[in-house]
T-cell receptor, first 113, second 111 residues
Framework: DVKVTQSSRYLVKRTGEKVFLECVQD?????MFWYRQDPGLGLRLIYF???????EKGDIPEGYSVSREKKERFSLILESASTNQTSMYLC????????????FGPGTRLTVT | QKEVEQNSGPLSVPEGAIASLNCTYS??????FFWYRQYSGKSPELIMF????GDKEDGRFTAQLNKASQYVSLLIRDSQPSDSATYLC???????????FGAGTQVVVTP
């Protein structure tokens, strides 16, 4: 029953390290999203992709980049991790025009020290 | 800044009572609206969605939408301890699912 998986549940990195978070889906959804969730702030959209090799900035893209080389895989990259990027990162997928068909991954709790 | 606003709570509800959660949104271009339940340490789970003005019922849940007032609500009838969670409201202006989320309302159902 696997739908959306994320590469790690917990991750601890040092300031300045390059960090890769990976999301893989098996539902053939066109659209994939990366959010971060912080207490009191809800989910904030970092980047999204509506097709292979396509990407769009969300509300808070600074300090992040993404890659989507295959339809099922969407990677979030922190080029130089900073302590203010300590957060829960959630990947989500949707099917265009059928937004009730959507799934979240289990999340990655990233701590940057 | 396009915003979705929710009361943070906690909303304390006796077991068996109705929990009423409210959400307002600022972007009049919003077309579809979603309610999620999120247990502590878990990812959000979609429980209701609504596109048209009026009420939509699914089991113990009823979503209500009033686009003129830019207001969405969720009613949980016969609340159970298992309903204790944070409930997130989200709005989307497009067909891809680019959502604006509220910060969530914590619900605590007391036996």
């Amino acid at each position: 029953d696997v739908k959306v998986t994320q590469s790690s549940r917990y991750l601890v990195k040092r300031t300045g390290e390059k960090v890769f978070l990976e999301c893989v889906q098996d539902m053939d959804h066109e659209n994939m999203f990366w959010y971060r969730q912080d207490p009191g702030l809800g989910l904030r959209l970092i980047y999204f992709s509506y097709d292979v090799k396509m990407k769009e900035k969300g509300d808070i893209p600074e300090g992040y980049s993404v890659s989507r080389e295959k339809k099922e895989r969407f990677s979030l990259i922190l080029e130089s991790a900073s302590t203010n990027q300590t957060s829960m990162y959630l990947c989500a997928t949707t099917r265009t025009g059928a937004l009730d068909e959507q799934y979240f991954g289990p999340g990655t709790r990233l701590t940057v020290t | 800044q396009k915003e979705v606003e929710q009361n943070s709570g906690p909303l304390s509800v006796p077991e068996g009572a109705i929990a009423s959660l409210n959400c307002t949104y600022s972007d009049r271009g919003s077309q579809s609206f979603f309610w999620y339940r999120q247990y502590s340490g878990k990812s959000p789970e979609l429980i209701m969605f609504i596109y048209s003005n009026g009420d939509k019922e699914d089991g113990r849940f009823t979503a209500q939408l009033n686009k003129a007032s830019q207001y969405v609500s969720l009613l949980i009838r016969d609340s159970q301890p298992s309903d204790s969670a944070t409930y997130l409201c989200a709005a989307s202006t497009d067909s891809w699912g680019k959502f604006q989320f509220g910060a969530g309302t914590q619900v605590v159902v007391t036996p």
